[in-house]
């Protein structure tokens, strides 16, 4: 799994044991920093690590780390502001409604003010009925005004490190080939499998992270997250 490899070596390289460089924050945001270290999963300075397309010489600085009952609002709002208003009509949401994302797979992106400008989750499912267990990826997004910045990328890399590491044996998710194929993502093992509801077979790709898992997945993909109860906090 060379793919896997890389992403776990660059988020070491953006992370390490010692905490976040000095560099990537003037001396008045330092306190920030410093209040954020215990529970910090990854520092970037975005354009310096990220995909060579999304660079940018003035990238903002930021904050990968799980997201926490506080963040529930503003990245819904991030949402709102980042995708198209009918969201929640897509295929992809008949696979998270009503279900917690899977435990350990829920990241945000947050600036040195501590807005979040970043959210990714990730979340359980079967590869048709008595299929393979594996995750959907969903809803990538970044504020708007930062898409240039590397964040997306950072996000990606994360969650598909974090996801390994726990043991998951593949990914999906329903995007663009070009973009989400840098991070070992393809429709070519995806033929035999179908979303619940509308959508661009081309755009449903896969990541496998143990070999041979998508072997056995065949049908529509099935939600199989724990189910969210009245006043749970989904996260």
Excluded: C, N
């Amino acid at each position: 799994m060379e793919y896997l490899i890389k992403s776990a070596v660059a988020a070491t390289e953006i992370a390490p044991s010692s905490g976040p460089s000095d560099e990537l924050f003037s001396a008045g945001e330092k306190s920030f920093s410093t209040a954020l270290a215990p529970s910090l999963a990854l520092w970037a300075q975005a354009g310096s690590r990220g995909a060579p397309d999304e660079g940018a010489a003035q990238a903002p600085a930021f904050v990968i780390l799980a997201e926490g009952a506080a963040d529930v609002e503003a990245r819904e709002a991030l949402l709102d502001r980042a995708m198209v208003p009918k969201r929640r009509k897509k295929s992809s949401e008949k696979l998270r409604r009503g279900r917690r994302p899977s435990e350990g797979l829920v990241f945000v992106a947050r600036d040195p003010s501590g807005a979040v400008v970043g959210t990714v989750r990730l979340w359980d499912v079967t590869l048709g009925e008595g299929g393979p267990a594996a995750l959907l990826l969903g809803p990538l997004a970044v504020e708007p005004d930062l898409k240039s910045g590397g964040i997306g990328s950072a996000l990606m890399r994360h969650a598909v490190a974090e996801a390994a590491r726990l043991g998951h044996g593949a990914i999906l998710l329903v995007g663009d080939a070009p973009y989400y194929g840098r991070f070992g993502f393809s429709a070519d093992r995806t033929g035999s499998l179908a979303m619940p509801g509308p959508y661009e077979r081309h755009r449903l790709l896969a990541l496998e992270l143990k070999e041979g898992v998508l072997d056995g997945g065949k049908g529509t993909i099935k939600a199989a997250g724990r189910k969210v109860k009245a006043l749970d906090f989904v996260a």
